[in-house]
C-alpha cells in the first residue's frame, strides 16, 4: 500500500490518498478488483504486478506451514494453564498407550464419585491419540473434562504443562497390549521410572500407581497406593478355590453400582443379584454415626448384628483412632465400640446418602417393625441387657423363671472349620416347628472381671477342645505353623502359615518324576483324601506365592488342606522350588492345559478346582481384542472334555467373558445377551455382571482391579481393607474370611437375619453375603430342593442313551487316554448337570432373606491371632464352674432393677410368655468354634 501510494504520486491526473492505496490493495488481491480505483502510470502498474506474482508463490507455502504448525499443536495436545490450577481441581494420568477401553473405566469410575465432579482429568502420553480416542474426547461429556497432553513424564517441561506440583493426585496406569511376558517386564519398569520423575518433580504430589510384578514394589514404597496385579490376582484366585464366587464377589463390591442393575428383568434372582451389587465399603466414624451412635460402649459383635437387623447395614470392621492402628476385620466380641472408633461397613448407600427414618432407640418398636422381625430378635429389656452383660450369652428373656434346658449338635458343612455351630434345639424337628425356635440373644458387653486369662497360650481352650486339637497335631506331626523362611520377593507381608518342620528335597516337588524318596507318578498314586487344585500358567511367576499362603493359612485345618498342582509350560528355576518346598501337599509338573494327558496325569478327575491363568504370549498381532483367544479355546477344550471340574479363568478384557464355557446350543445363556446390551445402554460400569461364568465366579479379569486403584483417590481405607479380606496382609486380632454350606439340617434358621444373630451369638463370626446355586429349565429358575425331587438324574439319560453321539465320542477318547496312563475308569464324570445350573452372589442380603439348601455363606471369623484368649471360652468356664452362683446373681440384680424398667418388662415379658404355647423356646450356652 506505501508503494502504490509513493509511486501513484507521479501521475498528473490521479493520486491516491493513504486509505486509497490500502484499499485498493486489498480489493486487487481479494480477487474482487471493483474497477473504481486503479493506478494509471506505468510504474504502479508493474509494482502491481510484480506483487500479485510475490502472493500468488509465496502465501500458499506459508499457509500450507500455518496448518502444518496447527496440526502438529493439536497432536501434541494443549496445556493446563497456571492460572486454572490454582482456581480449579485436577488429577493426573500417565499412560503409554491411550486405550479407550482403559480410559473409560477410569472416567467412569473416577466421576461416579459426587465430590469428584468439579475435578479436571489431564491425560500425559507420548502416543498419539488414535480415533476412538479421539472420537471419545469430543463427546460433550469428557470434552469439557477430559484434556489431552503429549509428552513424556520423564521430561519436566511436560510435566509443567500438566501443572503436576498443583495437581491433586497422578495415576501412572500401565497398559495391556503385551504380546510376551517380556513386556509386562519392560511395562514395569516404565511406570518406575515416571514415578520417580513425578516424585522427583513435584515430591507432595500423591501417587497411585499400577505394576504387574510384586518384586517391583519396593522399588515404589513412597508411593500413596499401589496395586500390584500378579499378587491381587493371585490371592483372589486361591480364596475363589476356598470360597466359590468371591472373586465376584469382591469385583461387585469394588465397582461404583447403586443396585438398579436387573430391577426391570422378570426373573427373580436377576433382581436380587442386581440389587445386592450395588452393596460398598464405606466407612464413618461412630460418634459422627446415626447407624452405630448407639452402641457406644457395646460389643462389635452386638453392634453388627443390631445394625443390621434396623437398618441392613453389615458392620465388618473398625479402626482405632491411635497412632499405627490398622483395620480390624471382625475382632470380635471383646472389642467395645469408642466414639473415636472408625466404623467400616457394607451397604448399597452411604450413611450421609440413606434415607431412613431413625427413631430413638428406646422407643418402642412400630408394629412393622414387630410384625417382621422374628420373636428373638427383638429389642431386648434391661433384664435381658443385665443377663448379657453378666456372661450367661446363652439365656432368653423367660428363661429367667424356668430352668436351663440342654442341647445337642447337629452338622454343619463348613469350609475349614473344626466345631458346628448351627444347633437345632433339642427335642425338636423339621416336621414339629409350628414356629421358629428361639436363638440365643447377642451378649451387649461381656463381664471380663472374673475372667482369669491364661497368658502361656493364645489358643487356650478348655480341656474339652484341647483333645481334638492333640489328636489333629498327633495325625500332622510334620506340620508346624510358622512364616515362611523363604520368600521370592521382597516387601512380602509376613503371614503366618502351615509349614514343614523339614523341607522336601527338590527331586520329590515334581509330580510326575520318580525319585529315590517317592516313586509316584501321577496324582492318583499318591491317593490324597482331599480333592487337588490344579494351577495352569506359563511359568513359575513370582506372585504365585501369593496363590500358596492364603490356601496354606494357619487358619486352616490341617487335615483340610488341599494339595495343589502346578501345571507350568517352562521349567521353574530353583529359587522358585526352594520357596515352596516349605510348604505341605504342593507339586508341579511341566506341561500344557493343551494336553489331555498332563491333565489326567496332574488329577484332573480328582480336582474339584482347576485354575487357569492367562497366558502372557499372545498369538494376535493384529487386534489387541483377540489377545485372550488362545486361553479362551483352552479353557473350552478342558469343559467339554471333563465336565465335572470348576474351572476358574483369569483373561485380560472383561468383554471376553461372553466367550466363557460357551454353549451354542443354550438359549437361556445366550438369552442373557440381552439383558447386557440393556445394561450397557443404561450406562452400566459392570454390564457383563449377568453372564453366567461371571455371576457364578468362573472366570475373572485382572483389569477389574484397577477400580481398586481409582476408587483409593476417595477410600484410602479400600486398599488395606481388600488386602487383610483377600489375606494378602495380616494384623493381630483381625478376622479372616471362611464359608460354611447350608444343609438340610440347618433350614431351621430359615432367613439370613436369624443365621445372623445364630453365629454372633454363638461363634461371633459376621455373614457378609451368600452363593447361590440354583436350577434352570429353560423358561424358570427353581431351587435345589424342587430340581432334585423333579428331575431326572444323568444316571437315567445314560442308561436310556439319550447322550449326542459327539458326547459318546468325547468319553470314548478321555477313557482311552486313561488307560494309556493306566489310570482307573471310575474316576472320570461322563456327564454332570451344571449345564443347567445358575450361580450368583448376593451381597449383603436383606434380614429376611430365606435361606435355601446349598447356599454357601460367607463370614469373617474372628481372629486366633488375638493377643488374648477367646472371651467366650472363659465365659463357657465360668458357666460350668458357678453356674448355679451366676444364676442367683443374676436374678437378684433383676429385682433390684424393676423398679425402673417394670412396665417395660411386664410388657415384653406378656408378649414372650403369650407365645410359649406355640413356639418351642429353648435356649443353650453356646459352643465355641476356635
Known amino acids: 500500500a506505501c508503494g502504490v501510494h509513493h509511486l501513484q504520486r507521479g501521475s498528473q491526473n490521479r493520486q491516491f490518498g493513504m486509505f486509497e492505496s490500502l484499499w485498493f490493495v486489498v480489493v486487487t488481491l481479494a480477487t474482487v478488483g471493483f474497477g473504481d480505483i486503479y493506478p494509471d502510470i506505468w510504474p504502479s502498474q508493474l509494482f502491481i504486478l510484480i506483487m500479485i506474482c510475490f502472493v500468488l508463490v509465496i502465501l500458499p507455502t506459508q499457509l500450507e506451514q500455518l496448518a502444518l504448525t496447527w496440526l502438529e499443536r493439536q497432536k501434541l495436545g494443549g496445556s493446563y494453564s497456571s492460572h486454572r490450577a490454582q482456581t480449579e481441581k485436577h488429577v493426573v494420568v500417565c499412560m503409554t498407550v491411550l486405550q479407550a477401553d482403559s480410559v473409560m473405566d477410569f472416567l467412569n469410575e473416577f466421576y461416579a464419585h459426587p465430590k469428584l465432579q468439579d475435578y479436571f482429568v489431564v491425560m500425559l502420553s507420548p502416543c498419539e491419540l488414535d480415533t476412538t480416542m479421539k472420537m471419545l474426547l469430543q463427546v460433550p461429556l469428557w470434552a469439557q473434562r477430559v484434556i489431552y497432553v503429549q509428552g513424556s513424564a520423564l521430561k519436566d517441561t511436560d510435566l509443567t504443562r500438566c501443572r503436576m506440583q498443583d495437581a491433586e493426585a497422578c495415576f501412572i496406569l500401565s497398559a495391556r497390549n503385551h504380546r510376551n511376558t517380556a513386556d509386562k517386564d519392560a ?127 453389615s458392620l465388618v470392621g473398625i479402626q482405632q483412632d491411635l497412632p499405627g492402628s490398622t483395620i480390624l476385620l471382625n475382632p470380635g466380641p471383646r472389642h467395645i465400640m469408642r466414639k473415636t472408633d472408625f466404623c467400616f461397613y457394607m451397604n448399597i448407600t452411604k450413611e450421609e446418602n440413606s434415607a431412613f427414618i431413625l427413631t430413638h432407640p428406646n422407643q418402642d418398636c412400630t408394629t412393622f417393625d414387630r410384625a417382621r422381625l422374628p420373636l428373638g430378635t427383638e429389642k431386648p429389656s434391661r433384664v435381658a441387657s443385665m443377663i448379657a452383660g453378666v456372661g450367661t450369652v446363652a439365656l432368653e428373656l423367660q428363661h429367667t423363671r424356668a430352668q436351663n434346658c440342654s442341647a445337642d449338635t447337629n452338622n454343619l458343612s463348613r469350609t475349614g472349620s473344626r466345631r458346628h455351630n448351627l444347633t ?121 506365592y501369593n496363590f500358596i499362603v492364603p490356601l496354606r493359612s494357619h487358619a486352616r485345618p490341617r487335615k483340610s488342606l488341599s494339595p495343589i498342582v502346578l501345571l507350568l509350560s517352562k521349567q521353574p528355576d530353583n529359587s522358585f522350588l526352594n520357596m515352596i518346598s516349605y510348604f505341605p501337599l504342593v507339586f508341579w509338573m511341566r506341561g500344557s492345559i493343551d494336553c489331555v494327558e498332563d491333565l489326567l496325569r496332574a488329577g484332573i478327575n480328582l480336582t474339584e478346582n482347576v485354575v487357569v491363568v492367562n497366558k502372557e504370549t499372545s498369538n494376535s498381532r493384529e487386534e489387541d481384542t483377540l489377545a485372550d483367544c488362545n486361553t479362551i479355546i483352552s479353557v473350552q477344550t478342558i469343559f467339554r472334555l471333563f465336565p465335572k471340574a470348576n474351572i476358574i479363568t483369569e483373561i485380560s478384557h472383561a468383554y471376553n467373558m461372553r466367550f466363557m464355557q460357551f454353549r451354542p446350543d443354550d438359549l437361556y445363556a445366550l438369552s442373557l445377551s440381552k439383558q447386557e446390551k440393556k445394561e450397557r445402554e443404561r450406562g452400566s460400569n459392570i454390564y457383563y455382571m449377568f453372564r ?216 415384653c415379658n406378656d408378649h414372650l410368655l403369650a407365645n410359649t404355647a406355640h413356639e418351642s423356646l429353648i435356649s443353650k450356652v453356646p459352643e465355641v468354634c476356635l
Open 692 to 907: 453366567l461364568p461371571f455371576a457364578a465366579g468362573n472366570v475373572f479379569s485382572a483389569s477389574m482391579l484397577d477400580a481398586l486403584l481409582y476408587q483409593a483417590f476417595v477410600k484410602d481405607y479400600l486398599m488395606t481393607f481388600v488386602r487383610l479380606l483377600l489375606g494378602i496382609d495380616m494384623a493381630v486380632g483381625s478376622g479372616h474370611l471362611s464359608s460354611m454350606k447350608i444343609t438340610k439340617d440347618d433350614l431351621w434358621i430359615r432367613t439370613y437375619g436369624r443365621l445372623y444373630q445364630k453365629l454372633c451369638s454363638t461363634t461371633c463370626e459376621i455373614p457378609i453375603g451368600i452363593y447361590r446355586t440354583q436350577y434352570h429349565s429353560g423358561t424358570e429358575v427353581v431351587s435345589v430342593r424342587q430340581y432334585s425331587s423333579s428331575s431326572p438324574c444323568y444316571a437315567e439319560m445314560l442308561e436310556k442313551g439319550l447322550l449326542t453321539p459327539e458326547r459318546q465320542d468325547i468319553i470314548q477318547m478321555v477313557k482311552c487316554r486313561m488307560k494309556t496312563q493306566g489310570l482307573t475308569l471310575q474316576d472320570y464324570s461322563e456327564v454332570t448337570d451344571k449345564r443347567f445350573t445358575i450361580s450368583y452372589v448376593v451381597i449383603n442380603p436383606s434380614y429376611d432373606l430365606k435361606l435355601e439348601l446349598g447356599d454357601i455363606v460367607y463370614t469373617i471369623q474372628p481372629s486366633s491371632l488375638s493377643p488374648l484368649p477367646s472371651p467366650l471360652t472363659d465365659e463357657r468356664k465360668l458357666l460350668g464352674d458357678d453356674d448355679t452362683r451366676q444364676g442367683h446373681t443374676v436374678v437378684n440384680e433383676m429385682e433390684s432393677s424393676d423398679t425402673e424398667d417394670k412396665e417395660e418388662e411386664e410388657r
Open 424 to 544: 437345632l434345639p433339642k427335642g425338636l424337628n423339621i416336621q414339629s416347628l409350628q414356629k421358629r425356635p428361639s436363638i440365643a440373644p447377642v451378649p451387649a458387653v461381656l463381664d471380663m472381671r472374673n475372667i482369669h486369662v491364661n497368658i502361656l497360650g493364645s489358643d487356650s481352650e478348655d480341656e474339652d477342645e484341647d483333645e481334638p486339637d492333640a489328636e489333629i497335631d498327633d495325625e500332622f506331626p510334620e506340620y508346624v505353623k510358622g512364616f515362611p523362611p523363604v520368600t521370592p520377593y521382597v516387601g512380602t507381608s509376613p503371614t503366618l502359615c502351615h509349614l514343614l518342620k523339614v523341607k522336601r528335597q527338590l527331586c520329590c516337588l515334581q509330580l510326575d518324576i520318580a525319585c529315590p524318596h517317592c516313586s509316584h507318578q501321577n496324582a492318583k498314586e499318591y491317593n490324597w483324601p482331599n480333592p487337588v487344585i490344579i494351577v495352569a500358567a506359563d511359568h513359575a511367576s513370582s506372585g504365585l
Open 187 to 313: 511395562t514395569d519398569q516404565h511406570t518406575i521410572m515416571r514415578a520417580w520423575a513425578v516424585r522427583d518433580f513435584a515430591p507432595k504430589c500423591p501417587l497411585y500407581i499400577h505394576l504387574f510384578r510384586p518384586e517391583n514394589k519396593f522399588h515404589v514404597k513412597f508411593a500413596d497406593n499401589v496395586v500390584c496385579e500378579d499378587e491381587f490376582k493371585y490371592a483372589l484366585l486361591a480364596n475363589n478355590c476356598l470360597c466359590p464366587g468371591i472373586s465376584t464377589f469382591v469385583t461387585l463390591l469394588l465397582h461404583t453400582s447403586r443396585g438398579q442393575e436387573g430391577q426391570t428383568s422378570h426373573e427373580e434372582w436377576q433382581r436380587l443379584y442386581g440389587k445386592c451389587s450395588g452393596n460398598e465399603i464405606y466407612q464413618i466414624r461412630l460418634g459422627d454415626s446415626k447407624f452405630f451412635g448407639d452402641y457406644e460402649g457395646k460389643s462389635f459383635t452386638y453392634a453388627s448384628f443390631h445394625a443390621h437387623r434396623k437398618y441392613g447395614v
